[in-house]
C-alpha cells in the first residue's frame, strides 16, 4: 500500500524525439510526489527549513524503466517505502500509466538530511523522524 499517491498528466513537452516521456521526467514526476507529500504534512519544503532547520538535497536517484508513458497519458506515483537512515531518508517510487494500465517505472531517490548554516549532514530531527514514521516510514534495517 502506498504511503503518498501524485497524480498528473504527461505533457508533449516532456518527450523526446521519440514521442515518449523522456527519462529525466520520471525523477521530476518523483519530485512532485514528494513535494507534494511534504506539502500535506508541513507546507512543503519550505515547512522542513522552517520548523527544522534542515534542507534535502538528492545524493542519489535511479530508475528502471519498463513501458512508456506518452503524451496525455494519466500517471500516478506512489511513494511505496520511505527508509529512515541515520542522516538521510530512502524513498521508493513506483510510477503507473494510468491510461493504458501498467507498471512504468519504479525509481529511488536518496535524500541527504543537511544543516544549511555549514552544508553538512546531520541527524533527521527526532520530531521529523516520528512525524515520517506516523505516515509509515520505517527504520532502515542495521544489517543493511
Do not use: Q
Not at 123 to 141: D, F, H, Q, Y
Amino acid at each position: 500500500m502506498a504511503i503518498y499517491s501524485y497524480r498528473s498528466t504527461a505533457y508533449w513537452n516532456e518527450t523526446d524525439a521519440a514521442g515518449i516521456v523522456h527519462f529525466s521526467n520520471y525523477f521530476r514526476y518523483c519530485e512532485r510526489a514528494e513535494e507534494e507529500f511534504f506539502k500535506k504534512l508541513l507546507g512543503g519544503f519550505p515547512g522542513i527549513l522552517s520548523r527544522y532547520s534542515v534542507i534535502v538535497p538528492r545524493v542519489r536517484a535511479a530508475c528502471d524503466y519498463y513501458r512508456p508513458i506518452f503524451p496525455h497519458d494519466d500517471f500516478r506515483v506512489d511513494i511505496v517505502d520511505l527508509e529512515l537512515g541515520n542522516k538521510s531518508i530512502k524513498y521508493r517510487f513506483e510510477i503507473f500509466n494510468e491510461s493504458r494500465g501498467f507498471k512504468a517505472a519504479d525509481c529511488e531517490v536518496v535524500i541527504a538530511i543537511v544543516d544549511p548554516s555549514v552544508m553538512k549532514s546531520i541527524e533527521i530531527p527526532g520530531p521529523l523522524r516520528e512525524l515520517l514514521k506516523s505516515v509509515g516510514a520505517r527504520e532502515r534495517n542495521p544489517e543493511r
